[in-house]
């Protein structure tokens, strides 16, 4: 689902996962992945890395940050 949801491949989403950059619960059926750390990972992502991302996830992102900075 992750990989659908940011149009990054699986691959490079079991990366993140390798790397320890994106957050996962294992379970016994398979891994799963909060939302919320989701969204931290991307809004990170996106700070990292401007350059590699399309326009719509600069948008979604930048609207993420400014959400969690009204907190």
Do not use: M
Request: hydrophobic letters at 40%; aromatic letters at 10%; proline letters at 1%.
């Amino acid at each position: 689902d992750v990989a659908t949801l940011t149009g990054y491949s699986l691959e490079t989403v079991n990366n993140w996962i390798w790397l320890g950059r994106l957050n996962v619960a294992r379970t016994q059926s398979g891994k799963i992945i909060a939302k919320e750390w989701l969204l931290d990972f991307i809004a990170c992502y996106t700070i990292e890395n401007p350059n590699r991302l399309s326009q719509k996830h600069k948008t979604i992102a930048e609207a993420y940050i400014e959400q969690s900075s009204d907190r």
